[in-house]
């Protein structure tokens, strides 16, 4: 079964997006914060990520800085799902190299959608 890697803070929104995941045939494992993420891969890699570039006080960059490093983890393929989409947009290029294929806005993606992106990248 194809595992997603799910990083959101927003519970509800989380438990939408894993809920609509799951009946497409994917495993989705929600975690909060970047350290948990990383602890997550750890354990079992992941055929995709959907990430919230704003988690709590921090980014998630760092974490895809940390999965370029590694030769298992930089083919992971990372949607951006996030309300600051808009303003991340101008920085496309530079997170494409860090294995972000897709930047989708909260304001506009429904669980469906995003779901359908999920399947595109695994």
Known sequence: MKSVLLIEDDMWLADSYKDV????GFECNVV????????????KTPDVIVADIMLGDRTVITLLHELQSYDDTQKIPVII????????AHLQDQLHEYGVV???DKATVTPESLAVTVEEYT
């Open 21 to 24: 995941i799951e009946s497409k």
């Open 32 to 43: 909060v914060t970047a350290e948990e993420a990383i602890g997550m891969i750890d354990t």
């Open 81 to 88: 799902c996030s309300s600051i989409a808009k303003s991340a």
């Open 102 to 104: 897709e930047i989708l």
